[in-house]
């Protein structure tokens, strides 16, 4: 088992977009290959069956960030309350950039 990562339950159904999904096949995360001015980079997103109501994770400059960043929420929604999954995701994965300059929903959708 120790040869796994989060980038494993990362699905491409198009090209540039992944879907992250469990071991039931039911989707926990969304990632995106977007380009912000001139960087190229991920969009992690915490599923969810409407596009307005997903929750951005963030930024990402490698697609192994994104995945890592979306499956820690994830465990933590499974973990007991006051698991530490936000100071987790900062130490090992930086944002690309902040998340203040995020775009618009209907920009990005």
């Not at 950039?97 to 209907?106: C, D, E």
Request: charged share 25%.
């Amino acid at each position: 088992m120790a040869d796994w990562h989060p980038i494993m339950a990362a699905e491409e159904y198009q090209p540039g977009h992944w879907v992250m999904l469990d071991a039931f096949r039911k989707p926990y995360g969304l990632i995106v290959f977007v380009r912000r001015g001139d960087a190229l980079g991920y969009r992690a997103d915490r599923w969810a069956q409407d596009s307005a109501d997903r929750e951005l994770v963030g930024y990402y400059r490698t697609l192994r960030g994104a995945c890592s960043a979306i499956h820690t929420y994830f465990i933590a929604d499974h973990s007991p309350k006051g698991h530490p999954a936000d100071s987790i995701i900062e130490r090992r994965y930086p944002e690309w950039t902040t998340t203040a300059n995020t775009p618009l929903r209907t920009e990005r959708d």
